[in-house]
């Protein structure tokens, strides 16, 4: 489930794009309890919103019709090009298969339209000490092997970094994609106070020599790659991604 926090940032990302004023057709996949599109619609009346969800037990949005779809299994049930924007908060690390997923949210983008995804940052300092002390990163831990609930954290099964997340977007047809955090992690400051220097004394060597060695580092992966030590990534709880489906 998405937090308040979430969908400020997720309703600034889509402002850079459509100004308060302006009209567009939205769709929130994964709607829960329908709060973005409440909170989207109390920023600018114009909008026409349609949500969808794996079920509308959750859904408390009176007047406000949403589509039942496991996207484990189906397609989302509309149109080519029918949406300005799409958004999907805390939504991908949920599916078996996220590039499908990114494929087809750009298949019901009109060109030029853009979509907003959130997903729990897994490279913040946090996570990466979790992951090594514990094997699992931050809101990705045990799942218990029936009987899960789906929308809660027994419901992450894809973790997905922000490198990733990125290269699935540019390799499904998007472009112009822009990273944002909902918040800083207060509990990372103090840890990244003192790990800083080690980290970057690291990240060097490392990047010397996959870009000597193992030749994976070239001129269309550099700049990504060297935001992944950046303070938002470090220190963000939650990655905030923009694309815009290229025209």
């Known amino acids: 489930m998405s937090t308040e926090t979430i969908y400020k940032a997720t309703i600034k990302a889509i402002s850079k794009y459509y100004p308060i004023r302006d009209y567009f057709d939205h769709l929130d996949i994964g709607a829960g309890s329908g709060d973005l599109i409440k909170n989207l619609h109390n920023t600018n009346q114009g909008i026409r919103s349609f949500a969808c969800d794996y079920t509308d037990s959750l859904f408390e949005l009176p007047n406000q019709k949403i589509d039942i779809v496991d996207l484990n299994k189906n397609r ?63 809101l990705f831990g045990p799942l218990s092997i029936a009987g899960r609930k789906i929308e809660s954290c027994s419901g992450h099964i894809s973790p997905i970094s922000y490198f990733y997340l990125y290269h699935g977007l540019k390799e499904s047809g998007f472009d112009d994609v822009a990273l944002d955090i909902d918040k800083i992690q207060r509990s990372g400051l103090a840890k990244l106070i ?26 269309t992966n550099k700049n990504i790659i060297n935001k992944i030590n950046s303070y938002k990534i470090l220190l963000g709880r939650t990655i905030i991604v923009t694309a815009r489906k290229e025209i």
């Open 76 to 138: 989302l049930p509309y149109q080519d090009a029918a949406f300005d924007v799409v958004t999907a908060t805390e939504v991908i690390e949920h599916l078996e298969n996220p590039r499908e997923f990114l494929r087809d949210i750009n298949r019901v983008l009109k060109p030029g339209g853009i979509c907003v995804l959130s997903t729990p940052n897994i490279l913040n300092l946090n996570s990466r000490l979790r992951y090594l002390w514990f094997g699992f990163a931050e």
């Open 194 to 219: 003192v790990l800083y220097f080690p980290i970057k004394l690291k990240e060097v060597l490392i990047k010397r020599r996959e870009l000597k060695k193992y030749k994976t580092i070239d001129l």
